[in-house]
């Protein structure tokens, strides 16, 4: 390594990603250290392997959790000699890391919905939670610009609180498939909008990279780059500009500090060979993840820091939020027996359901404050185990010629709903340092503290009940096992993923720990751009609102380097 660098980026994923490519482009000299190894979609991805060539024809195991294609790398919910612990008392709280280049950017959804005007807001909407620092004008052009580079599909369709993109900002959306055409008049009979959704997988050709030709789940990753991931959309052009430096392998642990308090570089350990450097820069940059992110900080102790970096006003770790998830799933006889229809496209829904009920909330009609959208699966994909599964609810087992048939008859008649809602940050979730526990290099590790208010438990019951309408209105039969008690249908803490707010953006050094830049009050030259800054947790999925504050805060960063203000 060549230090001092202009900028020492700390993680790869969306946040570090998008830090990368923005500071490279600006001409700053960018070292990226990354905990995980080294990855190449295009040589790993296994596009074309098929669900019979894989153990249990792909499904979930421990330690696979999303099948065996997914592409995380040594990660999951567990990490092998780095645990994190659940404090006494807490609900449960679950931490999904991966350790590889791009970061959870090569195996996300790809869901990319922009948050809404009043999501920044939403205080003053409704007196509960926190506002941004900024409002969502000053985010868009961010957006605009983050939609262009990376490539999201879909449409403006002029709903409320759901932002419609400027005239060339999106490709065209995939045509929903059979069983999507068929929901929507179910949502439309109860008066629901369904759009069309927007999903970050190219569906016409851009810069360079080939359109989707709807071959595998994106989950494995994608060898022809028509999805975004990091490792495929930003750091080939960040490498193209001679101005970035990669070390993989690097797992930060502490941002070191010079005399004046200035921050000077970072401190990590080499997880294969366990040898700790230090390594200088002008200035920091921390995307490791929301969590990570503040693990950092919290282990960065100083004379003026005692209580970990930034942490002054002990807002470091608080107001950790997760998305508000419930499920439940229907069979539909009306699906069953359908003359063969393609049901390949990208691999989330060709639509989605955004949350219908802010006139509602309003008024004050529901008995929760904040909204969800609705996410769906169905249709006739590869086979795979989960058919067995379907066909064991049959009433009575069948055998031989009659199996077949069943199998042919009620495969494509399932449709699965599944929300995600808006949470309120509250006291009671946040993270911290576990006093007793380290990780295998003696690194203390993360206690979680957790738990749901009613605000996220009456949501969460009432998704349940508007899946259970439409499966109604369309004449299908609820899947045995759903919940219709909030407290039990709701998610566990981390389990939707959407983890962020540890380390939040505010006004003023008292209400948070860095500015609308994501600039640390305290330490001028240090800046956060991963889900950490987030103020709140909107129903909308947070990567396309990360990658647009991410290229902001660089953007402000570059600017005061070129100043000379750093
Ligand atoms: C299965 C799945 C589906 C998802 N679907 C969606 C979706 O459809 N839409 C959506 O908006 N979001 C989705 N998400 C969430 C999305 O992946 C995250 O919001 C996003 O990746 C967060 O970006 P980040 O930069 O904060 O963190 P990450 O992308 O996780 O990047 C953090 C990086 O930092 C590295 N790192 C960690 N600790 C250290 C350390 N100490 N030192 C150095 N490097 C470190 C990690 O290895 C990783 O590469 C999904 C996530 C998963 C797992
Ligand atoms: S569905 Fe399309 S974008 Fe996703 S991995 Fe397959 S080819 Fe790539």
């Known amino acids: 390594m060549s230090d001092p660098y202009d900028v020492i980026i700390v993680g790869s ?13 600006a001409g700053l000299k960018v070292l990226v250290l990354e905990a995980g190894r080294n990855y190449d979609p295009s040589s790993e991805t296994p596009m074309f392997n098929l669900p019979s060539e894989a153990p249990l024809r792909g499904s979930s195991t421990p330690d696979k ?9 040594d990660g999951g919910w567990e990490v092998k000699g780095e645990p994190y612990t659940i404090a006494e008392g807490s609900e449960p709280f679950m931490w999904w890391r991966p350790r590889m280049l791009g970061g959870r950017t090569n195996h996300w959804g790809r869901i990319s919905l922009r948050f809404g005007p009043l999501d920044f807001k939403p ?10 620092p900024i409002t969502y004008e000053e985010l868009a052009p961010w957006y605009d610009r983050v939609e262009r580079l990376i490539g999201v599909t879909g449409r403006a369709q002029g709903l409320e609180n759901t932002p419609d993109s400027p005239e060339g900002c999106l490709q065209p959306p995939p045509t929903p498939r059979a069983y999507e055409a068929f929901v929507t008049r179910g949502f439309n009979s109860l008066g629901i909008p369904v759009a069309a959704m927007h999903a970050a997988v190219l569906t016409q050709p851009l810069n360079g990279r080939a359109a989707c030709f709807y071959a595998t789940a994106c989950g494995r990753g994608c060898s022809i780059r028509a999805n975004f991931q990091s490792t495929t959309v930003l750091f080939p052009p960040a490498m193209a500009t001679g101005n970035l430096e990669i070390r993989a392998n690097a797992l930060v642990y502490q941002v070191d500090l010079d005399r004046t308090g200035k921050a000077k570089g970072v401190t990590f350990v080499d997880r294969v060979s366990g040898e700790h450097h230090s390594v200088s820069a002008r200035s920091v940059v921390l995307a490791a993840g929301a969590c990570e992110s503040a693990r950092i900080l919290l282990n960065s102790k100083s004379a003026a820091f005692p209580d970990g970096l930034c942490n002054t006003h002990g807002m470091v770790g608080r107001y950790l939020m997760d998305s508000v998830g419930a499920s439940a799933s229907g069979q539909f006889p009306a699906l069953e027996n359908l003359p063969p229809t393609n049901d390949d496209g990208i691999s989330v829904g060709h639509i989605y359901v955004p949350w219908w009920g802010y006139h509602l909330q309003a008024r004050k009609a529901l008995p929760f ?24 609810r049959q009433e009575a087992l069948s ?13 494509g008649s399932y449709i699965g709903f599944a929300g995600r809602g808006e949470m309120i940050p509250n ?11 380290k990780d295998k290099w003696g690194i203390p590790v993360l206690r979680f503290h957790w738990k749901w208010s009613e605000h996220e438990t009456q949501q969460a019951a009432h998704m349940v009940k508007t899946f259970l309408e439409v499966i109604d209105r369309l004449g299908g039969t609820p899947t045995p096992g759903y919940q219709t008690d909030g407290k039990k249908a709701i998610s566990r803490g981390g389990e939707i993923i959407h983890e962020v707010g540890t380390v939040r953006m505010g006004h003023s050094p008292e209400d948070s720990v860095v500015n609308a830049f994501g600039q640390s009050w305290a330490v001028s030259n240090l800046f956060v751009t991963d889900g950490a800054v987030l103020v709140s947790s909107p129903d909308k999925n947070p990567t396309l609102s990360i990658l647009a504050l991410a290229w902001r805060s660089a953007d402000h960063l570059a600017g005061l380097a070129r100043r000379g203000e750093l």
């Open 13 to 25: 994923g969306a946040g570090g990603g998008m830090s990368a490519y923005a500071l490279t482009q």
């Open 427 to 437: 006291e009671d979730c946040y993270t911290d340092l576990d006093p007793e526990v």
């Open 399 to 411: 055998v031989g010629d009659a199996l077949r048939e069943d199998a042919r008859r009620i495969y």
């Open 65 to 73: 959790p999303f099948g065996f294609y997914d592409a995380t790398v």
């Open 369 to 392: 404050p904040r909204g969800y959208h609705i996410e769906m699966g169905g249709g006739r994909g590869m086979p795979s185990m989960s058919l067995g599964a379907m066909l064991s």
């Open 123 to 132: 205080r003053s909407r409704d007196g509960l939670g926190q506002d941004w």
